[in-house]
């Protein structure tokens, strides 16, 4: 009884529902609702996608590619949702159809054609009616409408209605779009039934003079919900199945996701159309869309496609080839081009006849709003959610004495502080979304298309899959691939461009005037992504720590500046009746004659500016303030990580991918354990013979540079006799004789030369190295850096640091003495260090080395890509009437190249390396060091902004292997410089005598020189050795401590040599030993993570989960309270349809 009460009601209120409106159209939906009960699945929003599953292999691709025009045109009509909007972007309407869709041509057609599809969908449900609908009253027949009319379908109220359309010839003179575009993928635009006339138009159009006919675009006034249902999350493919085709290079990844979203957002509508009231109607607007500006009218600085509205976000370049390969690579360029508009990426491509060159094509891509988000959530791409309410950390001691040295603060924090999460397409809602055109920073976008770009395959050679940019760059089936800069560097860019931020760098980061000023790395991370934004987070931060060891080393200098001239050991030999009186033995055989011990005055007192007391305190400072360096910046570098997101990264997944030159000498495939698919696999058997040459090939060049560090030698050797003999027979070089002896003489020398020669084998083994590294043919991107990395500083440390070790740690060690020399290769006598030691010689050619690599690296980064990108230009520029393009700019300047960055790094740890390692002996190279980053860094500045094409974006948290190294070297020098003092330095022979041999309580360092000199007898030098000219003195002295001749055991070391050894081996010991406890301290004592960065990380992983605690909490609650309405409605809906068809019969 209760029940048919029920029914009853839901009766009358399905009829006064209906009497409100026409009694045509509610018959109609009386008519239409027993179609829908009888049908099924039009009332069923989840078997419909069910059915939809099965007519398809790939979402929105299987069925239109297997079952004809018939099937899908089935497939493409999914149902009442539908039939409303088409797909998502059809409802959106303005890009699909508009310029920014990529197909310009009529787009009043495009728009038309969306329409008429619907009335003629409605045309052939009617036809699949059933019987008992076409004897109602009222209902609609094939043939029923007249002659030139179609009927269109809409839907108002869950009702569907039906409205007559008139059909009229094609307008003459209607506006088309001069510059055809390239089209849109086939899953961006609605789907296609059945196609209409092109002389089709509406009934309304009739009304507007062909001269100013709009195109019209209807869309509805209400939000589109992005909720997903239950049922469509069951049958459409989960994210992490999409992500990961998206990192396997699948074309039809987008594809995939389109038709998800089309699925999710069919169900959400039909929900939507119940809940509509009846005065919701159809709104329409008449939007203009004219083209914006033509080509010849076009900005040269202009970032955009032809229609002024899509930003170009990557370019690449090719020209024709006339070789044999001309047809192969021409196909290679269509399939990689059509599959990359398979992954949704737009194209449009500048023929060369529009080229300053006249040969060369431009292909400008566009990756649209869809793009974007999915690849966004595959790269895990951090993106505001809301703004942070922490506040910054910019309070520093002392800040406002640094006021000077600031800059705007617009430039230093160009955006807000925000908390972030992982981007994920679902949950749109919880961005902060204001432009869909600017969400995505052009770094991310740009970085988003090389994924892509990376990863898509262009056909199938030898039964391989062939993908990626980079063999195409290889085989030179394109020239160039790049993102474009915002705009010009010397001016701000015009609307509607956006923010140059080019010139924003180049204002007030990349000129020299502003050398003072602190850099903008916000600015930079934006503009060139985080791993070159880390490079020069670090070179900053290596040159403010180096401000303080350049103080301290500076203060050494002028100490020994202020005390050279109460030095007594450079006071003795300066004196004429002590130095001046001491003859010592010939430093060559027969062609050199003796000499006196006052012909080193100058280089004496040069000595002591080095080779003081403050040597020892600087060498241990140096020590600490390594660690210093190295664990203050693990913290910047956790503070960094924090500021940019970096805390959770994960190591980029394009370092991780296979190398395309891996695959190619691949034969053998291997399942993996993780993936569980067959991927390239090259036996180890095969690897071994690369590796050995790979081994043989870096000795042989190590032990090349050995071999020139031994002709170097040589040299000095056998030219000293004759500076030694030129400089005493020429008499107009009596005045210079003083300061330039014939032992600085070949020791200046023979630094210009080594230094040449370390640049010249520099030169070959950057090349050799690089083609090595490719026969060992590393599996990954990053495996190829490591093994790059590792070769070429080996190589360099050798390079570079073997003369420096050479001259502290062997010349002067093994020279034996008068009488009993040894020989080099028993041809050239051994070097000997001057009477105060060989740290003057290890300074001169420390500094020699050290600057001259610093000038002519500076020369070469700034004057070599200079005048090549002008050589270039100037070829370029044949015809001057033709656009010079912002992509033709940008593709004439120099390529930064992928180790572009790789080459800085090494440049600064070799600097790092001179500035440790033998800072005993040249307290001057922090300083000089200092000088030279800070021009560097504007150097680099300048170049990166107006010399090379802008890199694409890359992420990093650190700086990788380079950490590993530079603490490899701090330990290294703790040993070095310990070295240097004991043996290189004057400096422990000097503190024995003072406590141990000493005679003279008031000047204890008085008659050092002459203790530290041993006394040979004249006639005890053989034949072959003695000088030609005789002279009347019987014995000379020379530098060792050994017995004299009229000892027992003369010419043996006698028992002061044996303490100076105990001594300095204890000094060895105890600095060792003081400093790296120090080290360890330090290193215990200071955290790697500031606390104050570790609480701001913890409260924002806090808000952050909070955050999406409450969105999923509210959208669940919305979901459920929308799932609970809908199911009561469509229920009632359902019985009111029985009732309505019973009382109708």
Not at 204 to 219: C, G, K, N, Y
Not at 300 to 319: A, E, H, M, N, T
Not at 605 to 631: C, P, Q, R, Y
Not at 960 to 969: N, S, T
């Amino acid at each position: 009884m209760e029940e048919d009460q029920a029914n009853w009601v839901r009766t009358q209120l399905a009829r006064r529902l209906a009497s409100e409106d026409s009694s045509e159209r509610g018959e109609a939906a009386a008519q239409e609702n027993r179609e829908n009960q009888e049908a099924g699945a039009r009332a069923n929003p989840v078997g419909w996608d069910q059915q939809g599953l099965l007519r398809r292999e790939l979402p929105g691709r299987g069925a239109r590619e297997t079952a004809g025009p018939k099937a899908g045109q089935e497939a493409a009509e999914p149902g009442p949702s539908e039939s409303e909007g088409g797909s998502e972007e059809g409802r959106g309407g303005v890009e699909s159809g508009g310029p920014g869709g990529g197909e310009m041509e009529a787009p009043v057609e495009d728009l038309g054609r969306s329409r008429e599809r619907r009335g003629e969908s409605a045309q052939a449900d009617s036809k699949e009616a059933p019987p008992e609908s076409q004897r109602r009253q009222g209902s609609w027949k094939l043939g029923d409408q007249q002659a030139g009319t179609f009927r269109e379908t809409y839907w108002e109220r869950s009702q569907e209605r039906y409205r007559e359309r008139a059909v009229k010839p094609r307008v003459e003179g209607q506006v088309e779009w001069k510059y055809p575009l390239e089209k849109k993928p086939s899953w961006l635009k609605p789907p296609t039934l059945v196609e209409p006339e092109e002389n089709e138009v509406y009934k309304e159009d009739l009304l507007i003079p062909a001269q100013v006919r709009r195109p019209t675009i209807r869309f509805s006034l209400q939000a589109r919900s992005r909720l997903q249902s239950q049922g469509s999350a069951v049958c459409c493919p989960s994210s992490s199945v999409i992500n990961e085709l998206a990192k396997m290079g699948d074309p039809d990844v987008l594809e995939m996701v389109q038709e998800e979203e089309r699925r999710a957002g069919s169900e959400e509508r039909f929900f939507e159309v119940s809940e509509q009231d009846l005065s919701s109607r159809e709104s329409s607007f008449l939007i203009s869309e004219e083209p914006r500006f033509k080509k010849d009218e076009q900005s040269k600085d202009s970032i955009f496609f032809r229609d002024g509205i899509r930003q170009i976000d990557f370019v690449l370049s090719y020209v024709d080839d006339i070789k044999k390969e001309a047809e192969l690579k021409a196909e290679r360029r269509k399939e990689f081009e059509q599959n990359l508009r398979k992954t949704g990426l737009e194209l449009e491509i500048e023929d060369k006849m529009n080229s300053e060159d006249g040969k060369t094509y431009f292909v400008k891509i566009h990756a649209p709003w869809e793009v974007l988000v999915t690849y966004a959530e595959v790269l895990g791409i951090k993106m505001p959610i809301k703004e942070s309410d922490i506040p910054r950390a910019d309070k520093i001691p002392f800040s406002c004495m640094l006021g000077p040295l600031k800059l705007p603060r617009n430039v230093k924090h160009p955006h807000a502080e925000y908390f972030t999460a992982q981007f994920t397409r679902h949950r749109q809602e919880l961005f902060l979304i204001e432009d869909e055109s600017s969400f995505f920073p052009s770094s991310s976008r740009n970085r988003i298309v090389y994924y892509i770009l990376s990863r898509c395959p262009f056909g199938i050679e030898d039964g391989k899959k062939r993908f990626g940019i980079e063999r195409l760059l290889n085989s030179h089936t394109y020239s160039s691939a790049f993102p474009l800069h915002d705009g010009q560097y010397w001016k701000p860019s015009e609307p509607p461009n956006p923010v140059n931020e080019r010139y924003t760098l180049c204002q007030n980061w990349a000129r020299f005037s502003y050398f003072y000023k602190e850099q903008p790395f916000n600015l930079i991370r934006d503009y060139y992504g985080e791993k070159i934004g880390i490079y020069f987070v670090f070179l900053g931060f290596y040159t403010e720590m180096l401000f303080f060891a350049a103080i301290v080393g500076l203060a050494c200098f002028i100490y020994g500046l202020l005390s050279m001239h109460d030095n007594s050991s450079s006071t003795e030999i300066c004196d004429p009746e002590i130095g001046g009186q001491i003859i010592m033995c010939p430093l060559c055989d027969v062609m050199c004659d003796y000499w006196r011990l006052n012909s080193t005055c100058l280089a004496s007192k040069f000595s002591h500016l080095f080779d003081n007391e403050s040597t020892v305190f600087f060498a241990i400072f140096m020590g600490i303030w390594v660690t210093l360096f190295l664990e203050f910046w693990k913290q910047r570098q956790a503070r960094l990580e924090y500021e940019w997101d970096l805390v959770d990264f994960e190591e980029e997944q394009q370092q991780l991918q296979l190398r395309p030159e891996f695959e190619a000498m691949c034969t053998h495939r291997k399942l993996n354990a993780v993936t569980k698919e067959m991927e390239p696999y090259l036996p180890l058997c095969s690897r071994i013979p690369w590796y050995f040459l790979s081994g043989a090939t870096v000795t042989l060049w190590m032990s090349l540079v050995i071999a020139c560090m031994v002709a170097v030698i040589v040299y000095r050797l056998s030219v000293f006799a004759t500076f030694a003999s030129f400089m005493e027979s020429e008499a107009s070089l009596k005045h210079v004789r003083s300061f330039l002896t014939p032992q600085i003489t070949t020791s200046l020398t023979g630094s210009c030369l080594n230094f040449i020669v370390i640049l010249i084998l520099n030169f070959f083994y950057e090349r050799i190295s690089a083609w090595i590294t490719k026969m060992e043919i590393p599996r990954t991107h990053q495996e190829y850096e490591s093994s790059l990395t590792l070769k070429m500083f080996l190589f360099q440390f050798v390079n570079f640091y073997s003369s420096c070790f050479y001259v502290a740690f062997f010349k002067g060690k093994f020279v034996g003495y008068p009488g009993k020399y040894t020989y080099l290769f028993n041809v050239w006598r051994s070097e000997e260090c001057d009477p105060g030691g060989c740290l003057v010689e290890l300074t001169t050619q420390l500094t020699i080395i050290m600057t001259g690599k610093q000038v002519f690296g500076n020369i070469k980064e700034a004057i070599y890509p200079l005048v090549l990108n002008w050589w270039r230009r100037r070829k370029a520029r044949t015809n001057s009437e033709k656009l010079y393009s912002r992509w033709e700019q940008d593709h004439d300047l120099e390529t930064f190249g992928s180790l572009g960055l790789f080459y800085e790094y090494l440049e600064t740890v070799i600097q790092f390396g001179f500035v440790t390692l033998f800072v005993a002996s040249f307290p001057l190279a922090p300083l000089l060091a200092l000088l030279n980053n800070i021009i560097e860094i504007r150097v680099d500045a300048w170049k990166l902004t107006t010399q090379y094409r802008r890199p694409v974006a890359a992420k990093a948290h650190s700086i990788g292997v380079w950490q590993d190294i530079l603490y490899g070297m701090a330990v290294l020098s703790v040993a070095t410089n310990a070295f240097i003092v004991a043996f290189t330095s004057d400096m422990i022979p000097r503190l024995v005598y003072y406590y141990a041999y000493s005679k003279n309580a008031i000047q204890p360092m008085k008659g050092y020189v002459n203790n530290s000199l041993s006394i040979f007898l004249i006639a005890d030098f053989p034949n072959h050795t003695v000088p030609s000219e005789k002279r009347d003195f019987t014995t000379c002295r020379y530098r060792d401590y050994r017995n004299p001749p009229d000892h027992e055991e003369k010419y043996f070391h006698s028992m002061q040599y044996w303490h100076v050894l105990a001594a300095k081996m204890t000094f060895i010991i105890i600095m060792e030993h003081v400093v790296f406890l120090m080290k360890f301290l330090l290193a215990w004592m200071i955290p790697d993570v500031p606390k104050d960065v570790m609480e701001r990380i913890k409260r924002e992983k806090l808000m952050t989960v909070k955050i999406l605690h409450d969105f999923e909490l509210n959208k669940l609650k919305e979901n459920l309270r929308m799932n609970s309405s809908d199911f009561a409605k469509h229920l009632i809906i359902q019985e009111n349809e029985v009732h309505l068809a019973k009382s109708a019969t």
